[in-house]
């Protein structure tokens, strides 16, 4: 199994980044997939996550910034991101059962 994010890089406060998280080994449609996401100095924490069914769930900072969304054709899993601060600058990571994917750095600066 393999998850390998994409998609991070500088952005300044206020601008968006999207994601994508590329799955191999397992399929997307058939598992619960997850975004977390780890800040400097701490802990790593959940983000969002999309249920096999579908159903959605944020964490309440993200709620109406962040959108999860998946390709099931393209084995992939997305999170987009607007109206970003600093306090969103932090490692994402895709998560897929027991699976982790290596992240992709997110940062937000003038």
């Not at 399929?27 to 997850?34: D, E, Q, R, T």
């Not at 607007?82 to 600058?89: A, K, Q, R, V, Y």
């Amino acid at each position: 199994v393999q998850l390998v994010e994409s998609g991070g890089g500088l952005v300044q406060p206020g601008g968006s980044l999207r994601l994508s998280c590329a799955a191999s080994g397992i399929y997307v449609s058939l598992n619960p997939m997850a975004w977390y996401r780890q800040a400097p100095g701490k802990e790593r924490e959940l983000v969002a996550a999309i249920t096999r069914g579908g159903s959605i769930n944020y964490a309440d900072s993200m709620k109406g910034r962040f959108t999860i969304s998946r390709d099931n054709a393209k084995n992939t899993v997305y999170l987009q991101m607007n109206s970003l601060g600093p306090e969103d600058t932090g490692v994402y990571y895709c998560n897929g059962v027991l699976y982790w994917g290596k992240g992709t750095l997110g940062t937000v600066s003038s």
